[in-house]
């Protein structure tokens, strides 16, 4: 994973994990918001977005093309402030929150929050995943959307035993 993208960090409060990632992308926000909020953009990296109301109280169901097994979760827009917010809280992952904010002439920083109940197993699951998926964000902003066909489970792997090591 290239430096601007960072590793993940988390904390459990409230009965639930917090996991945090900041990205520094050398993409405008226009671009960044296009992958992480619209049914266009979402599929290159994360899931397809079979349903996406953008909206506030929107409805989503967000497809995983990388799952083998049940990978379909629906939920609910619960932010939405084109270019700025978008927050999905879903079956699967809880809350996830994408703000967007300008950084220097071209670049965009994303504060990525994901809030949900669980296991340490299940938030080392996640920060793999999470981490995993924002590679693969970076790669779709510089042209190369994900080939779900070749996606294996080793690189994730790798980022698992990485966040096992930093706890």
């Not at 953008?54 to 084109?82: K, Q, Y």
């Not at 950084?103 to 809030?115: C, Q, W």
């Not at 299940?122 to 779709?140: I, P």
Request: aromatic share 12%; hydrophobic share 40%; net charge negative.
């Amino acid at each position: 994973m290239t430096e601007s993208l960072g590793y993940g960090t988390s904390a459990f409060e409230d009965g639930a994990w917090l996991l945090h990632y900041e990205l520094h992308l050398p993409h405008p926000v226009d671009q960044v918001w296009a992958a992480v909020a619209t049914p266009k953009g979402l599929p290159g990296w994360l899931a397809a977005a079979d349903v996406l109301e953008p909206r506030l109280d929107g409805a989503i169901t967000l497809r995983w093309l990388n799952d083998e097994g049940d990978g379909v979760h629906s939920g609910t827009v619960t932010a939405w402030d084109p270019e700025h917010v978008a927050e999905y809280t879903i079956d699967l992952h809880g809350r996830i929150r994408f703000h967007l904010e300008p950084e220097g002439a071209h670049g965009t920083v994303v504060r990525f929050t994901n809030e949900f109940p669980g296991s340490e197993t299940l938030r080392l699951d996640c920060l793999a995943g999470w981490h995993n998926h924002f590679e693969f964000l970076a790669d779709a902003l510089d042209g190369r959307p994900k080939d779900w066909s070749s996606w294996s489970k080793e690189r994730w792997q790798e980022l698992r035993d990485v966040y096992v090591d930093r706890s």
